[in-house]
């Protein structure tokens, strides 16, 4: 990870900023397609509350923000407790369902892009991912029987949690129902939700071409999607914040042959940081403006000391 940096900064004369301007603004851009699509589907799901988009958008942003540099994805707690904040009457499982309406088109789009890598032969085999420089699966893959020791005591954590669920089973799948309801108007499903994510995987893939302009490295249709099926892989197991070091690790890997290494590697970590740290000024000027705090950690405590029994 080292070497990529300083293959970065040994680069940095050469980037192109006003491309880089441009990846930023279609990043943010996308966000709001993102927040939007995420609106629409809490109208659906709370249709006598008036919910507005800016607070949501703030409430996504921040969680974007706290994941860059967190890992496990702890800013979706953040995005949830805020969005619960902004709602009035919203439960968590309301809010949470309802991000699974949004993980249909992602999911889709993402299967597809990944077929596409695979015809490409450009991805890694099993046998070779724990090779590969700063790969965060590795250790699972280098020691499986502690690996098949913590997915047996996850699944036990999973079956005490369904019969914990099955004692408030109608009361849960009524809340799950609520989440989803947008689903059940197809026509206003693909409207309001499904338009706005497929607009936020077009501005992925041409903020992607614009950081590889930025970077000299050819922005062909081909390079794209590989870097957003590399972006996709690093996001499964989010073991470090943002998917730093695996997702140059796949770059890498797909890349090989083509593209000189220290370029690949000044485009693969310029493209990361410049991203993290967008990502978090944004997020935490959103959390300073909707919280009046950076004290998230306080803030959830608070919350959680105030809230009912049932939220």
Known sequence: MLDAISAF????????????????????????????????????AYPETRVRWLPIYGAYIAGVGVNAIMPFRGGDVVKLGLAHRAIKGA??????????????VDSVVAITFFAYALTQHVLPSLDRLPDLPSFDYRWPLQHPRAAVLIVVVLAILAVVAAFWIKRRVDEFKARVRQGVAVLRDPPRYLRTVAFWQLCDWSLRLVAIGFFLRAFDVEPSLRNILLVQVTQSMAT??????????????????????????????????????????TNVAVGFVAL????????????????RNEAPAET
């Open 9 to 44: 900064f040994d680069r940095l004369s050469e980037v192109d900023f006003r491309w880089l301007a441009l990846a930023v603004g279609c990043h943010l851009v996308k966000t709001m397609c993102t927040s939007r699509a995420w609106r629409n589907t809490l109208v659906a």
């Open 288 to 303: 300073a403006l909707t919280l009046r705090t950076f004290n998230v950690g306080g803030w959830i405590r608070r919350r």
């Open 91 to 104: 439960t968590y499982t309301t809010l949470a369902a309802s991000l699974l309406v949004l993980a249909i």
């Open 236 to 277: 499964l197991v989010p073991v470090s914040p943002a998917g730093i070091g695996t997702e140059q690790a796949f770059i890498v890997y797909a890349f090989r042959g083509t593209v000189s290494g220290s370029k690949l590697l000044a485009f693969s970590v310029g493209m990361k940081l410049t991203l993290v740290a």
